[in-house]
């Protein structure tokens, strides 16, 4: 079962002190008391009490042989702080799910002094043989050289396939992933010419990228492409240079926030009034996306949500608040670790060759396997906004078996 961080008390040296006041205070009584009677007098001399047995005070955890050691890397103060506790319940919830006494998880603050570096050394050091987390692609790139020196596996929370590989593995939900789903989707649907509005930065590069190779892949053409940055007016003069092509598809690659921003300003464009609108998996992140009225007849790939409404019930009533999306992420984290628990022995290393078998594993999210480097490649279905919710269109496969 889960448990906290704590250090070693310092019982034994408080009853010790204790016992050395007493021993003061009894020497002070013979010297200050009346004098000493005749030799005969004397009662015969106490045995002395044995010596206390002082065994060694070790560092870090409690040692436990017959569970699994497990590390949860996450934030727990900070600008994070929230999503990390959502983690963290997260697994609490698993292991009491799967009722498993296989697994010991101590959690670590990549948010406190030190950060991430100084959570995996004591995690490292406390004897942990796996590692969940961190979350963040930066704290990954930190930890994975000192888990891979020390052979332990890191199951991060990211979603940057660069941080990927020689023992980090990638939970997170990939962005080339999404794109190329809804793109097929859409192929097969009839379209064949599309656009691209991409947000700046390492996310948008990475979309830009998936866009232009998923449609070629599906015999498309990506007739424009074009970004935006949070200047007042970027946004507006990017899609004026969209509208001048004759898509029928534009994928909004940031935030369903702005899609909203962007969809009315799109349909205003001679090609946009009848263009279908296509999404990546960051809508999904939306709790309200299917009653964002502006978005309607939207297409956007994620992973299934048949369990997650399950998941966000259970998850309210035990913590009294809404878990945050990627929380799943640390839940089925738990249910892969207990799964390859059944044939690890408790206190060798953590068995990385199980996690790259081909049939995968299952999850709330649906089915996920890792590849040879390191990603997680998931399952995904294709959802449409519709009447102030959404409706899946093309469902998840719910295997790889076959592929």
């Given at each position: 079962?889960?448990?906290?961080?704590?250090?070693?008390?310092?019982?034994?040296?408080?009853?010790?002190?204790?016992?050395?006041?007493?021993?003061?205070?009894?020497?002070?009584?013979?010297?200050?008391?009346?004098?000493?009677?005749?030799?005969?007098?004397?009662?015969?001399?106490?045995?002395?009490?044995?010596?206390?047995?002082?065994?060694?005070?070790?560092?870090?955890?409690?040692?436990?042989?017959?569970?699994?050691?497990?590390?949860?890397?996450?934030?727990?103060?900070?600008?994070?702080?929230?999503?990390?506790?959502?983690?963290?319940?997260?697994?609490?919830?698993?292991?009491?799910?799967?009722?498993?006494?296989?697994?010991?998880?101590?959690?670590?603050?990549?948010?406190?002094v030190g950060g991430a570096i100084a959570a995996v050394q004591q995690a490292i050091a406390d004897g942990n043989r796996l590692i969940l987390g961190p979350l963040?692609?930066?704290?990954?790139?930190?930890?994975?050289?000192?888990?891979?020196?020390?052979?332990?596996?890191?199951?991060?929370?990211?979603?940057?396939?660069?941080?990927?590989?020689?023992?980090?593995?990638?939970?997170?939900?990939?962005?080339?992933?999404?794109?190329?789903?809804?793109?097929?989707?859409?192929?097969?649907?009839?379209?064949?010419?599309?656009?691209?509005?991409?947000?700046?930065?390492?996310?948008?590069?990475?979309?830009?990228?998936?866009?232009?190779?998923?449609?070629?892949?599906?015999?498309?053409?990506?007739?424009?492409?074009?970004?935006?940055?949070?200047?007042?007016?970027?946004?507006?003069?990017?899609?004026?240079?969209?509208?001048?092509?004759?898509?029928?598809?534009?994928?909004?690659?940031?935030?369903?926030?702005?899609?909203?921003?962007?969809?009315?300003?799109?349909?205003?464009?001679?090609?946009?009034?009848?263009?279908?609108?296509?999404?990546?998996?960051?809508?999904?992140?939306?709790?309200?996306?299917?009653?964002?009225?502006?978005?309607?007849?939207?297409?956007?790939?994620?992973?299934?949500?048949?369990?997650?409404?399950?998941?966000?019930?259970?998850?309210?009533?035990?913590?009294?608040?809404?878990?945050?999306?990627?929380?799943?992420?640390?839940?089925?984290?738990?249910?892969?670790?207990?799964?390859?628990?059944?044939?690890?022995?408790?206190?060798?290393?953590?068995?990385?060759?199980?996690?790259?078998?081909?049939?995968?594993?299952?999850?709330?999210?649906?089915?996920?396997?890792?590849?040879?480097?390191?990603?997680?490649?998931?399952?995904?279905?294709?959802?449409?906004?519709?009447?102030?919710?959404?409706?899946?269109?093309?469902?998840?496969?719910?295997?790889?078996?076959?592929?």
């Amino acid at each position: 079962m889960a448990d906290a961080r704590a250090s070693a008390q310092p019982g034994l040296w408080n009853m010790l002190r204790t016992a050395a006041m007493g021993a003061t205070l009894f020497l002070a009584a013979c010297v200050s008391g009346p004098r000493t009677a005749p030799e005969a007098e004397r009662p015969a001399p106490a045995e002395r009490p044995a010596p206390p047995v002082v065994r060694p005070i070790t560092p870090g955890l409690p040692q436990d042989v017959e569970r699994h050691r497990i590390a949860l890397l996450v934030p727990l103060t900070g600008p994070n702080a929230g999503v990390g506790r959502s983690l963290q319940n997260a697994t609490q919830l698993a292991v009491l799910d799967t009722k498993s006494d296989a697994l010991r998880i101590t959690t670590y603050d990549t948010g406190a002094v030190g950060g991430a570096i100084a959570a995996v050394q004591q995690a490292i050091a406390d004897g942990n043989r796996l590692i969940l987390g961190p979350l963040l692609a930066e704290e990954a790139r930190e930890v994975a050289p000192i888990a891979r020196r020390a052979h332990i596996p890191v199951l991060s929370f990211s979603n940057d396939a660069g941080v990927a590989g020689n023992g980090t593995f990638i939970l997170g939900y990939v962005p080339s992933q999404s794109i190329e789903r809804v793109v097929n989707y859409a192929k097969r649907s009839g379209i064949t010419d599309f656009a691209g509005l991409i947000p700046t930065g390492l996310y948008g590069e990475r979309a830009s990228t998936a866009l232009l190779r998923s449609v070629e892949q599906a015999g498309g053409k990506v007739l424009a492409l074009e970004t935006y940055d949070a200047r007042p007016g970027s946004m507006a003069s990017a899609i004026a240079k969209i509208g001048r092509s004759p898509f029928q598809a534009v994928l909004l690659a940031g935030s369903a926030n702005g899609a909203v921003s962007a969809a009315p300003l799109i349909r205003r464009a001679p090609s946009g009034k009848t263009a279908r609108l296509l999404g990546t998996e960051l809508w999904n992140t939306d709790s309200a996306i299917g009653s964002r009225a502006a978005l309607s007849g939207a297409w956007f790939a994620s992973v299934p949500d048949n369990y997650y409404r399950q998941y966000a019930t259970k998850y309210r009533a035990r913590f009294g608040a809404a878990p945050y999306r990627l929380s799943t992420l640390g839940y089925d984290a738990v249910l892969l670790t207990v799964r390859i628990a059944r044939d690890w022995r408790p206190g060798t290393e953590f068995p990385e060759r199980r996690l790259v078998e081909p049939e995968g594993f299952a999850g709330l999210d649906g089915a996920f396997r890792f590849g040879r480097d390191g990603v997680a490649e998931r399952a995904l279905e294709v959802q449409e906004i519709r009447g102030g919710t959404t409706a899946t269109v093309s469902p998840a496969p719910p295997n790889f078996k076959g592929n």
